[in-house]
């Protein structure tokens, strides 16, 4: 069974911190996601990887970078917090992409104060 | 217009209702079709793939009308345990997959 796995479920920081969030997965995909969930909004493609070094931006990519040096590791980074970044944070990975469905962890749930 | 829209919810049915989720998508080009089940505060689940020809597993059966560009989702004999939210997912260009918004579902007894 694919395991996707993110650092932490629940994290707080402050506005201007710099926020680091870790998805790893286990079954050597090539792509690698990160979404925001929001009420309302649904879930919204900020990053996604298909290969080591390889990064593509998504629909909201503004206030965030991310890094993949390792296949396995997919790294989504908030620059600068700000408080509208406050939201449920979902990783995702798959091996073929368009063709598969793909596999979540269990998110982290951000609160920038 | 949104890629991907569902009906809006909550659903609130008795045990043993039927209950049916649509959804429509704009990008005519779409290939891959799901229905993704979220439970409160944990990830999003795949619960299926959907079919052109339509397909079923157990109480659950999903149906795409490409002409419509239209997926729908059949629960029958509604659990309590099927309380949840109802993602509809369309793959679009470049394989990255574009959510709805969901529909919540509440099943009673």
């Known amino acids: 069974d694919v395991k996707v796995t993110q650092s932490s479920r629940y994290l707080v920081k402050r506005t201007g911190e710099k926020v680091f969030l870790e998805c790893v997965q286990d079954?050597?995909?090539?792509?690698m996601f990160w979404y925001r969930q929001d009420p309302g909004l649904g879930l919204r493609l900020i990053y996604f990887?298909?290969?080591?070094?390889?990064?593509e931006k998504g629909d909201i990519p503004e206030g965030y970078s991310v890094s993949r040096e390792k296949k396995e590791r997919f790294s989504l980074i908030l620059e600068s917090a700000s408080t509208n970044q406050t939201s449920m944070y979902l990783c995702?990975?798959?091996?073929?992409?368009?063709?598969?469905?793909?596999?979540f962890g269990d998110g982290t749930r951000l609160s920038i104060l | 217009r949104k890629e991907v829209e569902q009906d809006p919810g909550p659903f609130n049915v008795p045990e043993g209702a039927t209950v049916a989720f649509n959804c429509t998508y704009s990008n005519s080009a779409s290939q891959s079709f799901f229905w993704y089940r979220q439970d409160c505060r944990k990830e999003p689940k795949l619960l299926m793939s959907v079919y052109s020809s339509g397909n079923e597993d157990g109480r659950f059966t999903a149906q795409l009308n490409r002409a419509s560009q239209y997926i729908s989702l059949l629960i029958r004999d509604s659990k309590l345990s099927d309380s949840a939210t109802y993602l509809c997912v369309v793959n679009s260009q470049g394989g990255k997959l574009i959510f709805g918004q969901g529909t919540e579902l509440s099943v009673k007894p």
């Open positions: 990887s298909y290969d080591v070094k390889m990064k």
């Open positions: 995702a990975s798959i091996q073929d992409r368009g063709v598969q469905p793909q596999h």
């Open positions: 079954m050597d995909h090539e792509n």
